[in-house]
């Protein structure tokens, strides 16, 4: 019989490099994989993982793909690592993404240099105020915030809806349930002729916030503290209350912001089909990174690159989009399956029949 | 000169991402982005059905391609322009939700020509295309309004779109002048697929009464709800009686591969233009699928005689008088739909008791 044993001093060495491990791991079951439907499987990973990193528009696309990812990942790890699970960030980043639209909306044909701050603002606080909900009713009532986190997801969606279909419709849209394209004053700067927009620079600028905060501010290290050691944390002083508020308000501003971004970047628009799982995907990346913002950079570009590559691959190679996601899919499972093997070791019990 | 400039061009790329396989590239390259998955039934996959009828038509003189599950935000103009750039000549992009992204590509692309489906918005390199699903759902409504015995027929709508909307008007509206007594029951998904959410919407139905159900949306659980209840259905996009052997009566099937074929050998011969294609069951864009066994000789040779009728133009789903929903006049007597009135549709016609969500 096969036995889970918890390891007493896991290697910090191999801790670090489980993610590079479930990578590399993740790329020899895609060749097993791509090879049984029939696909040069070596075409196949070099064509998903190699080949955008050497084309600039594809290195251009992964940024703007990673930039959401990126946002909202930095806001969660924050929470998880004080124990605090937001779910919802899909919903917080559709909230903001409307907040935002609205003042974009509000202000067409009137805009000025003022007006994507203001978006951008709006977007934070609406995206904030949502998060917000779960984290009052866990305080006030005990309510689990994995729960009403997740549910409130939908309640968004449907927002967002209403919203597209009725007060926000584009009056010259044909009753179709879109939003107008914003005005230019609406819509982010961007970088040469790609659509690497501003709010891949305000990624990279959080990374490095959140990377201080988390270092060197007592805020990160009462969120270290709150999941490392609860009961030493609550003796230590730290208001667990203000923690959920502090986690849950900072997360859903974050993936609010990712929201407003993706509208006011590369889709120009509020319109049903906004919300694409990002929200979800963080998680995944959340993890892959360590919930260290260094580590989350990274993972969201490699979220990124197999998004990339994977479409790629679908039109060269014909492979099948369950097939991309598949291989999405095994990079969680492998590193969940190897940070199992560094805290316990597997082993042989040799228990006779009862 | 710019021809063998596009050649050289066309060349470098196919050798650069096909390698050496790929040697001959005097062939078209077509290439389809689809919003859905192909799977077995459906709006993507009866696109799917055209991209290989353009195969069978035309062998090794196109090479298509094809990107499904395409989401229609932010990935659109990116899986779109890599198509362009990848040396596509024809690009077709099935979704409603894909224009802005097919736009902004075009534009781009000035030497590539794309297609759109059900939008609105058209360049010099860039058509549309859309089938009058209307005309399908006239027939459908004589055979419900035929068939229902509780008079209580429902609706699974996906988004009030004017597409959606103009289908459960036609539909009631044939079934209205057949059967003063019917009524429309509409549930409204928020959805084009969504299998579970579907299958409550028609089990729902059936607790009001419904012994036909319509949908307008994308999967096939409405139809095996149907069937194991006992009562008919309507399908959608593709004939889906394998899922309802006793409860389709009928399906609004789309057609898309003689349009696609056309298009594609007006490509070759150098006579393709940004056209707006809207096509029903008169160009085959829409067809019947075949009547359930259960219909009455009689019955099935009304509606039957109806879709002739339509596809000989002799016909028109929207004939006056009508009256919108509020009882303000729409069309005078024996006036017929303007084309733009329908396009732009956000409005239930007089006697549907539903309300339009906004």
């Known amino acids: 019989m ?9 290697s910090a060495l191999v801790e670090l490099a489980t993610p590079a491990i479930a990578v590399l791991a993740t790329i020899l079951a895609g060749l097993v994989l791509f090879a049984a439907l029939g696909k040069d499987p070596v075409e196949a990973v070099r064509i998903i993982f190699l080949d955008p990193l050497f084309d600039p528009y594809s290195r251009s696309e992964i940024l703007i793909k990673s930039c959401p990812l990126i946002l909202i990942a930095l806001g969660l ?5 004080a124990g605090i699970w937001n779910i919802g960030a899909e919903g917080q980043y559709v909230m903001g993404a409307l907040a935002g ?3 974009a909306l509000a202000f067409h044909g009137a805009g000025g240099p003022w007006l994507l701050p203001l978006m951008a603002l709006a977007g934070a606080i609406g995206g904030c105020a949502y998060a917000l909900i ?3 009713l866990k305080v006030r009532f005990n309510a689990n915030e994995i729960l009403v986190s997740l549910m409130l997801v939908y309640v968004a969606g449907l927002f967002l809806v ?3 279909s009725g007060p926000l419709r584009n009056p010259q849209g044909f009753a179709f349930p879109e939003s107008r394209i914003f005005d230019e004053a609406a819509r982010l700067p961007t970088f040469g002729d790609t659509r690497v927009h501003i709010g891949i620079a305000v990624a990279l600028l959080a990374v490095f916030v959140a990377h201080v905060v988390l270092h060197r501010h007592v805020f990160g290290y009462a969120v270290r503290l709150s999941g490392a050691a609860p009961r030493a944390a609550a003796f230590a002083g730290i208001d667990r209350n203000r923690m959920i508020y502090a986690c849950l308000g900072l997360s859903g501003a974050l993936a609010g912001l990712a929201g407003l971004f993706e509208v006011a970047g590369p889709i120009g628009q509020l319109q049903t089909s906004l919300p694409v799982g990002y929200g979800f995907t963080a998680i995944i990346v959340a993890f892959l990174g360590r919930l260290s913002p260094i580590g989350i950079l990274f993972a969201g570009l490699v979220m990124g690159l197999t998004y990339i590559g994977g479409e790629t691959a679908q039109f060269l190679l014909r492979l099948p989009a369950a097939a991309i996601s598949v291989f999405q899919g095994m990079l969680l499972f492998f590193l969940l399956a190897f940070d199992l093997l560094t805290r316990y070791r597997i082993t042989r019990t040799r228990s006779g029949p009862a | 000169m710019k021809t063998l400039a596009f050649l050289a061009g066309a060349t470098a790329l196919a050798v650069a991402l096909a390698g050496p396989a790929a040697a001959q590239d005097e062939s078209l390259k077509v290439g389809f982005i689809y919003v859905g998955p192909i799977g077995d039934f459906g709006w993507t996959h009866q696109h799917d059905l055209g991209r290989l009828a353009l195969e069978e038509e035309y062998g090794d003189r196109v090479e298509t391609t094809y990107v499904e599950s395409v989401p229609e935000g932010a990935d659109a103009e990116r899986v779109i322009r890599q198509m362009a750039q990848s040396g596509h000549d024809l690009i077709f992009t099935t979704s409603f939700g894909f224009m802005n992204a097919t736009a902004n590509v075009a534009r781009q692309f000035p030497d590539v020509k794309f297609e759109h489906a059900t939008g609105y918005t058209r360049l010099d390199n860039m058509a549309t295309y859309d089938a009058r699903f209307y005309e399908g759902r006239h027939v459908a409504g004589i055979i419900a309004a035929r068939m229902t015995e509780s008079n209580i027929i429902g609706y699974i709508a996906a988004y009030p779109i004017p597409e959606v909307l103009q289908g459960i008007n036609s539909a009631f509206l044939a079934a209205r002048s057949l059967n003063p007594d019917v ?16 299958a409550d919407a028609a089990q729902t139905l059936i607790e009001q009464g419904a012994d036909v159900i319509f949908q307008h949306t994308d999967s096939t659980a409405a139809m095996a709800v149907a069937e194991e209840a006992g009562i008919y259905a309507i399908g959608q996009a593709s004939d889906m009686r394998e899922f309802g052997p006793t409860a389709q009566l009928t399906a609004i099937v789309d057609n898309w591969a003689p349009y696609y074929i056309e298009r594609v050998g007006q490509v070759m ?26 219909i009455p000789e009689e019955v099935a040779e009304e509606a039957m005689a109806a879709a002739e009728a ?3 133009g002799e016909l028109h789903p929207f004939t006056g008088p009508i009256n919108r929903q509020d009882g303000s006049p729409w069309l005078a007597e024996g006036e017929t739909a303007p084309d733009d009135d329908l396009r732009g549709m956000d409005f239930f016609v007089e006697g549907i008791t539903a309300t339009i969500p906004n």
Do not use: C, H, K, Y
């Open chain 1, 134 to 136: 779960p984290a009052f």
């Open chain 1, 162 to 164: 209403a919203m597209v």
């Open chain 1, 2 to 10: 096969l036995r889970l044993e918890p390891r007493i001093r896991p």
């Open chain 2, 310 to 312: 339509i596809a000989a």
């Open chain 2, 183 to 198: 009524e429309f029951r509409i549930i409204w998904a928020n959805t084009w697929f969504d299998p579970a959410l579907e």
């Open chain 2, 269 to 294: 011969n150098g006579t393709w233009e940004a056209t707006e294609v809207w096509g029903g069951l008169g160009t085959g864009m829409v067809q019947m699928a075949e009547f359930n066994e259960a």
């Open chain 1, 101 to 103: 639209g609205t003042v």
């Open chain 1, 77 to 81: 790890s924050f929470g998880f690592r």
